[in-house]
């Protein structure tokens, strides 16, 4: 059971290339999410999608893209990456129903953009 | 805005002392509240979580304190073990359907010998 698998695990890009990190999940969670983590930030949301063909916005959307392609897969993509979005980004998913709110992580995304 | 406020950054504690990392949150409709324990190099993963009927919850060597007429909540370690060490991180988030959790800045626990 591998849980929340989010490739590749280590990035450098150069500004304005772009990217997209993959995010799957084997546990049939209806939500997904990116986070970004940045220190002394904590974890600030990228984007979310409660459903399969849902997605919103979170707290800091902007230069980002994402696509929900089908229940286990969720990717963000980075059209033109910019210094200031190096971090570390991790997917998690939650089972999004009454009984359960647990929220489970991947191992994260190390991306450095110069 | 930070909703929800994390204290403090860091701690350093001595083995078998009680590190206290604190909590305050400002949205009236969270009603989940879990902390995440994170090792270098890992994703965060579910410590322990309560909802706002309770005052208190333990589970083995870690309990939360809430006090909800304050809005914070705390999270306490129990003769605490150098495999503490890790980072921190409490969060909140509203009513089922709407479980995006809003994360503290976390704290970066360190237990010395």
């Known amino acids: 059971n591998a849980g929340v698998t989010q490739t590749p695990k280590f990035q450098v890009l150069k500004t304005g290339q772009s990217m997209t990190l993959q995010c799957a999940q084997d546990?049939?969670?209806?939500?997904m999410y990116w986070y970004r983590q940045d220190p002394g930030m904590g974890l600030r949301l990228i984007y979310y999608s409660a459903s399969e063909g849902t997605t919103d916005k979170g707290e800091v959307p902007n230069g980002y893209n994402v696509s929900r392609l089908n229940k286990r897969e969720f990717s963000l993509r980075l059209e033109s990456a910019a210094p200031s979005q190096t971090s570390v980004y991790f997917c998690?998913?939650?089972?999004?129903?009454?009984?359960?709110?647990?929220?489970?992580f991947g191992q994260g995304t190390r991306l450095t953009v110069v | 805005q930070q909703q929800v406020k994390q204290s403090p950054q860091s701690l350093i504690v001595q083995k078998g002392g009680i590190p206290i990392i604190n909590c305050a949150y400002e949205?009236?409709?969270?009603?989940?509240f879990p902390w995440y324990q994170q090792f270098p190099g890992k994703g965060p993963a579910l410590l322990i979580a309560?909802?706002?009927?309770?005052s208190e919850k333990k589970e083995g060597r870690f309990t939360i304190s809430f006090n909800k007429s304050a809005k914070q909540f705390s999270l306490h370690i129990m003769d605490s073990q150098p495999g503490d060490s890790a980072t921190y991180f409490c969060a909140a988030s509203g009513s089922f359907g709407n479980e995006k959790l809003t994360f503290g800045t976390g704290t970066r626990l360190t237990i010395i010998p």
């Open positions: 309560i909802r706002p009927d309770v």
């Open positions: 546990m049939n969670h209806n939500s």
């Open positions: 998690a998913s939650c089972p999004g129903d009454s009984r359960n709110t647990e929220a489970f």
């Open positions: 949205n009236t409709a969270f009603d989940y």
